[in-house]
């Protein structure tokens, strides 16, 4: 008696948003993560750009983290939606939290990291002179942390909609 009514519920809207969470942070992973640019101080010009890279989230292991756990989020609500239990209904948003906050948390070690990550990059040599780099974070990687926290609010909110069964 107590069946939930067919079609569109604040449930199934709260956990599209939860998909697109992880949708932004699978895209973001795959993405530009990092800016890597090279500078070499000469005598007469100063400091020259001569390099520039970038990186993808997948050549770091903090992308790859943020890959997986937005994949877990997309997998997560695909189940969710298609199987409507109880037991779905009970356990899908939480687990988009944990999986919405890793895929930040990866994104914020990331952040932090740039720096590292820039001087484990190598551009050779020019001549004598030895080519410092700068590492900035790039947009996927702030697409990703904006993902994670969707897909954490969004199970949040979704959390509170819950009926109790």
Do not use: K
Request: aromatic share 8%.
């Amino acid at each position: 008696m107590n069946e939930p009514p067919h079609g569109v519920t604040p449930w199934s809207l709260g956990m599209a948003l939860v998909g697109i969470g992880g949708a932004l942070g699978l895209v973001g992973a795959l993405g530009p993560w990092f800016d890597v640019t090279g500078w070499l101080r000469t005598q007469f010009f100063g400091d020259e750009l001569v390099a520039a890279r970038t990186l993808p989230g997948t050549g770091d292991w903090t992308g790859l983290v943020a890959l997986t756990a937005a994949a877990g989020v997309l997998v997560l609500v695909a189940v969710a939606l298609l199987f409507h239990g109880s037991a779905a209904r009970n356990w899908a948003p939480m687990a988009s939290v944990v999986l919405g906050l890793l895929v930040l948390a990866a994104a914020v070690a990331a952040y932090l990291r740039t720096g590292s990550v820039a001087s484990g990059v190598d551009f050779g040599r020019i001549g004598t002179g030895h080519i410092r780099s700068q590492g900035a974070a790039g947009p996927g990687l702030f697409t990703s942390a904006a993902g994670g926290t969707l897909a954490g609010v969004a199970g949040l909110i979704t959390r509170r909609l819950t009926p109790e069964v």
